[in-house]
């Protein structure tokens, strides 16, 4: 197939292999929102949307711009009963942090990226604390607060593993590595 | 190949790359830094927002959700079968216990009545329910809250008291068309007035974020002490008189907790009290 030629039933095919990656992000934020019945669970739940946030902003940023990232932490902050603007400022600032950091994780081992997402996670519940704080003048318990970022850290390899997997199906992304542009030119073609 | 364009308004407004840059960050920021500021001077601002995410995301969380909980209830079913006879005998033992009551109950009922008649005491209206389940929990370190698959169609309004098992669990704050939010007794931000039944001492019942909230602004010279019973007081007009919350747990330094009667952690069907709001209370600059 000549490079640049895509048929329909082809951009069918992307779309579809896309869609499976946004059903995951979409996964993962239903996750931070939903009743699991677990007995405690809700004081220390991690957050599931940074894991997505912080993979697809090193290997895929075109699917999680900064504008999606801003978008998500509002509908969160909405629906969990948070202060309006929290989820989303951390979100913006961890996608901004984490792009711009690429080239440091890619093609990185796994214990790299695990301890990359670990201080990340560290630094989102500190800084979702601190807004909190801030905007509500009430100062929560800092020990539920960091379990949510260890509980995160334990839950990340398992998120790893269905983002690999996803991501492995998605078309290869011709852009240079960076933030990726707005007129990025899709290949067809299987990593 | 046809390359892709943009629209030209698209260009005009943002050159490419914008909404992917260091300018997109800064701005965004900046609407979030707005946002936050709003949040904290005027939090009802976001009421309508909130009511339209709840009627948009709370059909996908409600569906995602019940699998879920059909879950939950199988491990629970499974797993309490090894301790079902012990239960099934304390019950049996409960059942007797309230049977002997229950005429005490009815001679009790008639007595007062009668006498409420004699003394011309205006009786307030029964008030009706709503029973619901619960699709999200949003309960983190920072708020401990639910959402609930009922709303302004249901005839639920912001206020409502929340009510699961054996007690209170919380009230509605927010509510959408079909869906509603629940804050939760433990959050830091309810505050129940309460009375403790055998010393008629009323207090404020304030979450910590905590599965147990504490007993505040009682009176210093109140002899509290463990197993008291804690019901509302109907002090406020929010909740009614006369429901029951929990018992006194622990107390050191003078600061006691309360084991709540409803178990928060278990829950997944609740009950909205329907109370209607009340012309003689007006809303002030304290809400």
Redesign the interface.
């Given at each position: 197939m000549a490079l640049g030629v895509i048929t329909f039933s082809k951009k069918l095919e992307i779309l579809a292999r896309f869609c499976g990656a946004y059903a995951l992000i979409l996964g993962f934020i239903l996750a931070d929102l939903i009743a699991f019945q677990i007995p405690y669970f809700q004081n220390v739940r991690p957050c599931f949307t940074v894991m997505a946030l912080f993979y697809w902003s090193i290997y895929r940023p075109t699917l999680m711009p900064t504008w999606l990232a801003f978008i998500i932490g509002i509908l969160i902050d909405l629906l969990s009963g948070l202060p309006v603007g929290m989820n989303a400022m951390s979100y913006v600032i961890v996608q901004y942090l984490v792009s711009g950091q690429r080239k440091m994780f890619m093609g990185q081992p796994f214990i790299s990226v695990f301890f990359g997402y670990a201080l990340v996670s560290g630094v989102v519940v500190l800084l979702q604390w601190i807004i909190f704080g801030i905007v509500t003048q009430i100062w929560v318990p800092v020990l539920p607060v960091f379990g949510m970022g260890l509980l995160g850290i334990a839950f990340f390899p398992i998120a790893l593993l269905m983002m690999n997997a996803t991501h492995k199906i998605l078309p290869i992304e011709s852009s240079a590595m960076g933030r990726g542009s707005y007129n990025t030119r899709i290949k067809y073609g299987n990593r | 190949?046809k390359?892709?364009t943009?629209h030209k308004y698209f260009a005009l407004m943002a050159p490419?790359?914008f909404?992917?840059?260091?300018a997109?960050?800064i701005l965004?920021?900046l609407?979030?830094?707005?946002?936050?500021t709003?949040?904290?001077f005027k939090?009802d601002a976001?009421n309508t927002?909130?009511s339209s995410?709840?009627n948009v995301?709370g059909p996908?969380?409600s569906a995602?959700?019940y699998p879920?909980?059909q879950?939950?209830n199988f491990v629970r079913d499974v797993t309490g079968l090894s301790g079902m006879q012990a239960r099934i005998a304390s019950l049996e033992v409960e059942n007797a216990r309230l049977r002997e009551w229950y005429q005490t109950a009815l001679v009790l009922e008639e007595q007062n009545q009668s006498l409420q008649a004699l003394l011309n005491v205006k009786i307030e209206p029964a008030y009706s329910y709503v029973t619901t389940r619960?699709?999200?929990?949003?309960?983190?370190?920072?708020?401990?809250?639910?959402?609930v698959k009922v709303g302004s169609d249901d005839d639920v309004r912001s206020g409502n008291p929340v009510v699961a098992g054996d007690g209170l669990v919380g009230r509605v704050?927010?509510t959408g068309a079909s869906f509603s939010?629940v804050?939760l007794l433990n959050d830091?931000?309810s505050r129940v007035p309460v009375m403790i039944e055998e010393l008629d001492q009323h207090a404020i019942l304030a979450g910590q974020?905590?599965t147990r909230p504490v007993l505040q602004h009682s009176a210093k010279d109140a002899e509290l002490s463990v197993g008291m019973r804690v019901v509302t007081s109907g002090i406020g007009g929010y909740f009614p008189p006369g429901l029951p919350v929990g018992v006194i747990a622990e107390g050191e330094n003078g600061i006691f907790k309360v084991q709540l009667f409803s178990d928060l952690?278990?829950m997944?069907y609740v009950r909205v009290i329907q109370t209607h709001e009340d012309p003689n209370l007006v809303k002030g600059v304290l809400q």
């Open positions: - | 190949m390359r892709r943009r490419a790359g909404w992917d840059g260091r997109a960050t965004l920021m609407v979030s830094c707005a946002l936050l709003m949040s904290a939090p976001f927002m909130r995410a709840y995301a996908l969380v995602i959700s879920f909980q879950t939950a619960i699709i999200s929990d949003s309960g983190n370190a920072f708020v401990k809250s639910l959402l704050v927010n939010r804050l830091m931000n974020n905590d952690q278990k997944q």
